[in-house]
């Protein structure tokens, strides 16, 4: 079956340390995107992919890194810059065109302590 | 340059109506709206891309005003299916594909 794929779903880490979100999808899709979310804060866009080997900051990209080497994978790392990394982590995927829906990995939630 | 959605939250008793409302700064190219339940993903809805668009299905529809860079999602006789966050996430002629989303409705139905 085609899907997003998450994982994994709940990580731990402790303060300073980076941590990579790993987002995989065979859908086929060109655009991929990484969401923050956060209560009340709705679903905030760190950072998306149009392309193979391009990607573009969203709104909140500060102390966030990603790469897309491979059509399927667009992997979010959170540096140890980034101030406040405890949230949920959505990513998502879409065709490309800028008229199709996204479909949503279910999530990971990471903890910072 | 995230879409301003209103009302934050609205209780209905089942059987109720309800409009949520979704504006944008920019020009938009399309609007998207999405239903998150509790813990899971967010599950796409509708997409609307030509001013003045209406599109439903079942008893919830939404429109789409391109001059006012509005949307508007309605949703009729209200089931306790109906519970969830409801997000509308927006694409603009200056970004293309950069989907951005608002901060979400939340959205609670009663018996």
């Known amino acids: 079956d085609g899907g997003i794929t998450q994982s994994p779903k709940y990580l731990f880490r402790k303060e300073g340390q980076n941590v990579t979100l790993s987002c995989e999808q065979n859908l086929n899709h060109d655009a991929m995107y990484w969401y923050r979310q956060d209560p009340g804060q709705g679903l905030r866009l760190i950072y998306y992919?149009?392309?193979?080997?391009?990607?573009q900051k969203g709104d909140i990209a500060e102390g966030y890194s990603v790469s897309r080497e491979k059509k399927e994978s667009f992997p979010l790392t959170v540096t140890s810059a980034q101030k406040n990394p405890t949230a949920f982590y959505l990513c998502a995927s879409a065709l490309g065109t800028a008229n199709t829906e996204a479909f949503f990995g279910q999530g990971t939630r990471l903890t910072v302590v | 340059q995230q879409p301003v959605q209103s009302p934050q939250a609205v209780i209905l008793r089942e059987g109720e109506d309800a409009v949520i409302n979704c504006s944008s700064s920019?020009?938009?190219?399309?609007v998207h709206w999405y239903r998150q339940k509790h813990g899971e993903a967010p599950v796409f809805l509708m997409i609307?891309?030509?001013?003045?668009e209406q599109k439903g299905h079942d008893k919830i529809s939404a429109s789409f005003n391109e001059k006012k860079q509005q949307s508007s999602l309605y949703l009729t006789a209200s089931q306790l299916s109906y519970s969830g966050t409801y997000f509308c996430?927006?694409?603009?002629?200056?970004?293309?594909?950069?989907?951005?989303f608002g901060a979400g409705t939340i959205l609670r139905v009663k018996s």
């Open positions: 920019k020009a938009l190219y399309s």
């Open positions: 996430g927006t694409e603009t002629w200056e970004y293309g594909n950069k989907l951005v």
């Open positions: 992919s149009q392309i193979v080997n391009d990607f």
């Open positions: 609307l891309l030509k001013g003045g």
